[in-house]
C-alpha cells in the first residue's frame, strides 16, 4: 500500500493565520502527520533579525489587537520569566534649563513651563536617593540631567563619582545625560555605569517635526559611543508627538535593525505640559499603546520593553494588559524626571493583585565592559 500523503495540521492563533505566521510555517515534510502549535510558530518568529521591513513590521503592528496581544505574550514567554518585572527608579539630579528644543520637554529654557532650574545634585544626596530606592523594592536606578551633552568638566566628574557610589550599593546605574563622545562613555564605563538611556524619539522623517537643535544621527552616534564601550544600550521613544503609524513603525525597524538590540526599549506616552508646543496634544488611546509593546516585543524578543512615561494615566487592568504584551519593566516612584508616576505603594499593591515578581539587579549579568575587565583581573 503506498504511503499516505503528509498531513500537517497547524493549530494556530488567528483563524486563518496571518500572513506572517505563514511566512513562518517552514515545515519539512516527512510523510509522518505532523502538529504545529502556535507556541513553535511563534518561537520561530522571535528568532533575533536586523534587517526588518517596514511592511513586516507594519503587518504585525496592524493585527487585531487581541490576537498581536496573544503572539507577543507566547514570544514574551519563550525568552523572558513572565510575570519577572525590573522595578526602576530614575532622579533628576540636575533640572531645567537646556539649551534644547525639544517639543515634549518641560526642562528646555526656551519653554515657560514653571519647572525650577536646580543644579547638579550632591553626591550624598544621590546615594540616599538610590539607598531609598533600594529599600522600596527598585533594582536600577536612573540620573537624568537636563543637558544637551556631557562636558569634560567637574560637574561630569560629580557625575561619574554618583555613578561609582551608586554602583557599590549592588544597583544597576543607568545615565541619560544627553549626547556622549566615545571617550566619556568609557569613561563612564570605568566608573561602573550598567546602561545609558538615549531615546531616538520617533522616527527619522518625523524627528525634525519634534526637535530642531541635534539631529536623528546625533542620536545614533550617541548610542554607537555607548556600544562600543561595552555599556548596555537603553532607547525606545515616545508616542504622541503628532506621528503617524507609519512613523511609530519606522522608530521600531531603526531599533530593531541596530547591530544589536537595545537591551531596553521604553516606550513613552507624552504626558502634555503647559508652556510646551505639544502641550495640546491629544491623549493617546490605550490600544495605540498596547500595540507599541506587543510589536516591539515580537520583534526584539531579547530586549527589556519598559512601560515609562504616562502610566499614571493607566488602570491596573490596562497595566495588565501591558504586561500581557511583553512589558517587563515599570519605574516606580513619584516622578519622571519632572512628570508624574504612580506611587510606590500603588505599584505594590498592584504587584500583589496581578502576581508580578520583582526583577533582581543584575539578572541578566554584568555589561561587556565589566565581563572584560572580571576576565583581566
Known amino acids: 500500500m503506498p504511503t499516505p500523503p503528509a498531513v500537517i495540521v497547524v493549530v494556530s492563533l488567528d483563524h486563518p493565520p496571518s500572513l506572517k505566521l505563514r511566512r513562518a510555517m517552514k515545515i519539512s515534510i516527512t510523510g509522518e502527520n505532523q502538529i504545529v502549535s502556535p507556541f513553535q510558530i511563534i518561537r520561530d518568529m522571535s528568532n533575533i533579525r536586523h534587517n526588518w521591513t517596514r511592511e513586516e513590521i507594519g503587518e504585525i503592528y496592524e493585527r487585531p489587537l487581541l490576537s498581536l496581544v496573544m503572539d507577543a505574550a507566547i514570544v514574551h514567554k519563550a525568552n523572558h520569566v513572565f510575570g519577572e518585572v525590573q522595578i526602576s527608579s530614575l532622579l533628576s539630579i540636575k533640572t531645567g534649563g537646556c539649551s534644547e528644543d525639544c517639543g515634549y520637554c518641560p526642562q528646555a529654557a526656551r519653554y515657560h513651563t514653571g519647572v525650577q532650574v536646580q543644579a547638579l545634585m550632591k553626591v550624598d544626596d544621590v546615594l540616599t536617593a538610590a539607598e531609598n530606592a533600594k529599600a522600596g523594592g527598585a533594582s536600577r536606578f536612573c540620573m537624568g540631567a537636563a543637558w544637551r551633552e556631557v562636558r569634560d568638566n567637574r560637574d561630569f566628574d560629580r557625575v561619574l563619582e554618583m555613578v561609582k557610589e551608586v554602583n557599590n550599593i549592588g544597583m544597576e546605574v543607568c545615565c541619560t545625560l544627553g549626547m556622549l563622545t566615545q571617550y566619556q562613555a568609557e569613561r563612564l564605563a570605568e566608573a ?150 504612580p506611587v510606590f505603594n500603588a505599584d505594590m499593591e498592584m504587584f500583589k493583585t496581578l502576581g508580578l515578581t520583582p526583577k533582581a539587579a543584575f539578572a541578566d549579568g554584568q555589561p561587556k565592559h565589566k565581563q572584560v575587565a572580571d576576565a583581566m583581573q
Open 192 to 341: 561602573g555605569l550598567y546602561a545609558y538611556n538615549h531615546n531616538i524619539d520617533t522616527s527619522e522623517e518625523h524627528y525634525s517635526e519634534v526637535i530642531t537643535t541635534r539631529t536623528y544621527d546625533d542620536r545614533l552616534n550617541t548610542l554607537e559611543h555607548v556600544r562600543k564601550a561595552g555599556i548596555s544600550v537603553c532607547s525606545g521613544g515616545i508616542i504622541g508627538l503628532g506621528e503617524t503609524d507609519t512613523d511609530r513603525i519606522g522608530m521600531l525597524q531603526t531599533l530593531c535593525n541596530l547591530p544589536q538590540h537595545p537591551e531596553s526599549v521604553p516606550i513613552n506616552v507624552l504626558v502634555p505640559v503647559a508652556g510646551t508646543p505639544l502641550a495640546n496634544n491629544g491623549r493617546v488611546p490605550f490600544d495605540e499603546l498596547v500595540r507599541m509593546i506587543a510589536t516591539a516585543r515580537i520583534v526584539m524578543p531579547h530586549s527589556a520593553v519598559r512601560l515609562s512615561a504616562g502610566r499614571l494615566e493607566l488602570s491596573v487592568a490596562e497595566q495588565a494588559m501591558c504586561f500581557m504584551a511583553g512589558a517587563n519593566s515599570i519605574f516606580a516612584g513619584d516622578k519622571l524626571l519632572t512628570t508624574p508616576n
